[in-house]
Structures are given as C-alpha cells and as structure tokens.
C-alpha cells in the first residue's frame, strides 16, 4: 500500500475540510481511481513568508538556476496544491524515477536518500476518501476498498518534492516538476489480513504539526511518526473493474458481496501507471 486511491471530493469540500487558505495548480477533477504518475492534489503547510503562490510558483520565481534553495523558502498558510504522484528526488536525472517512489516506508523515510530530505523540509497531507488493496494469490486478486467510517476525509502522510527537469528549456510550463508520495506503516491485525501495509493516516490533531516547517529535527520527525495511531477504517469488497486504470467512477466503490468474484490479472496488486491500463505488479508496494 497505497497505490490507488479515491479522491472524489470537490476543492471546494476540501477547502474547507481541510483549512486550505490558498489554492494553487492545475484543478484535478474527483476521482475513483487515482493511480501512481497521475496529477493528485496534496496540502503544504509553509508558514511565516507572506507569499500567495504555490511552493513551486515560488521556486520559479526566485532561480534560473536550480540550487533547491528556492524550495526552502516558506509561503503562507496551507496550501492545496497540485503534484505528480511518484517522488522525484532532487538529484534523479529522469522523472522516470518517481514511478518506484509512490510510497516511502515510515520506518526508514529519514534515512533513503530518495526520501530523507523532503521528511526534514518538505512534508504534505495527501487528501482521500479511501484506498484500495487487493488479496489472495495471483490472478484471482480481491479488491478491496478501505475508507472512514465517519465521512470525513483522510490524510495521508505524505512527502513533496520540486525537480528541474533538465530537458525541459527554462521559463517553459514543465521544466519544474512537483511531486508526492505516500508513507507507509505496518498494517494492524484488523487490515493485515488484506495487506501488510497501510497508509500513515495523520489525524485532525497532528496534522499541524506534520505540516509545520519549523520541525526539522530528526528524532523529533520519527516520534511524530511514531505518535501517529493506527487508523480506523473500514473495508468492504468491491467489483474487479477497479484494476483497470481506465475505469473510473463511483460505482467502483459499491459493495460487492462475499463471492461476487475476484479481480483478473488486471487487478493483481493495483499499482500501475496512468497510461497503461492496467494494475501493475506487487514490486510497485514496499
């Protein structure tokens, strides 16, 4: 886990569930089927500067030339912005990269080099209503959808990241590409069952804190992480049209009952790439 999500919320329901104060980036419209490379909104938290734009607006801004200083400098109040799902590291000469980097596992996320700096500087809340995981051997997967019980949206604790794209002329529309990924814990006994993995799911009451950019102390990030409880959600089976990326819509998240049939093998492990309309392989969770 995670790789596919619902986001079916509004920017305006989010707006205001989420005390977004500015809202930047390409518009992404809901959906019942986001998959890793695809655009996702997320939540940055950079107090203090007194800038209106986005994080990547600013670094655009600031420097022809990429030194990542740009990135550092804060912006004002959350942020609801738009990223490519898959972490492209600063120092990665592909995007290509991201596609291996849709989650970053919580008990390491300080020590990879893909993921160690954007845990110090650059963390974000990736917003959902639920996610998918599937079960059971190759070629006869199990969807199924994990959600909150209490209709609000969840949190995923998540990683940004601002790469200069060297193929792309500076002052073009792409040559900045801005990125997320997922953190990932062990999966209680109540979810292990389904997957060994789950999101980190950030409740209301910390989520300041993981946004707040003066928090830059190792150990102090880890026992944040580390403070984060277990989430509470939901699973219910849904249909196997999920593992097709090019499904989409709400009728993927209607219960299916016991039985009512297994994903084929273009549902196996629900990873996969917007573009290739199918699932992906297990390699894709870690």
């Not at 604790?157 to 792309?168: C, F, H, I, K, T």
């Not at 006994?189 to 999101?199: F, K, M, S, V």
Request: aromatic residues 6%; charged residues 25%; glycine residues 14%.
């Amino acid at each position: 886990m995670c790789g596919r999500y619902v986001m079916a919320r509004s920017t305006g329901d989010l707006v205001a569930e989420l005390g977004v104060d500015r809202v930047t980036g390409d518009e992404v419209p809901p959906s019942w089927n986001i998959a890793p490379t695809q655009k996702v909104r997320i939540v940055t938290g950079r107090g203090g500067g007194g800038h209106d734009g986005s994080v990547l607006d600013q670094a655009v801004s600031d420097s022809a030339v990429f030194d990542h200083a740009a990135s550092e400098k804060a912006v004002s109040g959350r942020g609801l912005e738009t990223a490519r799902w898959g972490l492209v590291p600063i120092w990665a000469k592909s995007r290509s990269v991201g596609v291996r980097a849709i989650n970053a596992r919580s008990e390491t996320v300080l020590e990879k080099p893909t993921f160690r700096s954007a845990a110090v500087k650059r963390r974000a809340l990736v917003p959902a209503d639920g996610y998918y995981e599937w079960s059971g051997q190759k070629g006869a997967k199990i969807p199924t959808y994990l959600h909150g019980g209490d209709g609000e949206p969840l949190a995923f604790a998540g990683l940004y990241e601002l790469w200069r794209d060297p193929e792309v002329p500076e002052g073009e529309p792409d040559a900045w590409l801005m990125t997320t990924t997922v953190l990932t814990r062990p999966a209680t006994d109540a979810l292990g069952h389904i997957h060994d993995r789950t999101p980190v799911i950030v409740p209301p009451g910390l989520r300041d804190d993981w946004l707040d950019p003066g928090l830059t102390d190792r150990s102090r990030i880890q026992q944040l992480i580390d403070a984060i409880p277990d989430p509470s959600l939901l699973p219910h089976r849904v249909g196997p049209a999920v593992g097709n990326v090019r499904n989409d819509g709400p009728e993927l998240i209607a219960p299916v009952a016991e039985g009512g049939g297994a994903a084929d093998d273009g549902g196996t492990a629900g990873g996969g790439t917007a573009g290739d309309g199918t699932a992906g392989d297990d390699a894709l969770f870690y």
